[in-house]
T-cell receptor
């Protein structure tokens, strides 16, 4: 099976930077995804890592270390609209089936 | 515009009833998935299908059934055997075995009354 861990909640200040960590244990690792989910809505895709290193996309960056089973999502210049749940998901083995972590609820304050 | 549509948005079920949640996509995606989300929890996989006329159980398939008669459609039936069906149900689709994420539907919130 797979085990994915994320912090349950985080709070940050508007304009600041926040890092959301995700650790995982799996065999046959084949990619890690980050999704953003606002309350009552569907998750939306943020980033994808399959090789070690940093992927940058605007205010959002995601890092992966396969040897450590570790990823983080970095959000810069936080805005109030970034208040949401951030889901880490791992793909393993063949196919495209994802296993999701429980999500990190981020609250951005003034 | 291509996308994935779930209906209804809200659904109420009486004890002992079966209900069917609809999921339709026009993205020409091979694979489709059903997840369940409970408050404060992540998404848990119920069933998935990688090709028409074939589907596999996910981690929490008990009390649910699916069919995949058409590429575009992957309906989920919540049966009376599912003892705790109140949850937010999400359908997703993807290109099979490719380096892409899912496209999600907008979800169906099912409540047992």
């Amino acid at each position: 099976g797979q085990n994915i861990d994320q912090p349950t909640e985080m709070t940050a200040t508007e304009g600041a930077i926040v890092q959301i960590n995700c650790t995982y244990q799996t065999s046959g690792f084949n990619g890690l995804f980050w999704y953003q989910q606002h309350a009552g809505e569907a998750p939306t895709f943020l980033s994808y890592n399959v090789l070690d290193g940093l992927e940058e996309k605007g205010r959002f960056s995601s890092f992966l270390s396969r040897s450590k089973g570790y990823s983080y999502l970095l959000l810069k210049e936080l805005q109030m609209k970034d208040s949401a749940s951030y889901l880490c998901a791992v793909r393993a083995g063949g196919g495209n089936k994802l296993t999701f972590g429980t999500g990190t609820q981020l609250k951005v304050e003034l | 515009d291509g996308g994935i549509t779930q209906s209804p948005k809200y659904l109420f079920r009486k004890e002992g009833q079966n209900v069917t949640l609809s999921c339709e996509q026009n993205l020409n995606h091979d694979a489709m998935y059903w997840y369940r989300q409970d408050p404060g929890q992540g998404l848990r996989l119920i069933y998935y299908s990688q090709i028409v006329n074939d589907f596999q159980k996910g981690d929490i398939a008990e009390g649910y059934s699916v069919s995949r008669e058409k590429k575009e459609s992957f309906p989920l039936t919540v049966t009376s055997a599912q003892k705790n069906p109140t949850a937010f149900y999400l359908c997703a689709s993807s290109v099979y075995d490719r380096a892409e994420g899912y496209t999600f539907g907008s979800g169906t919130r099912l409540t047992v009354v």
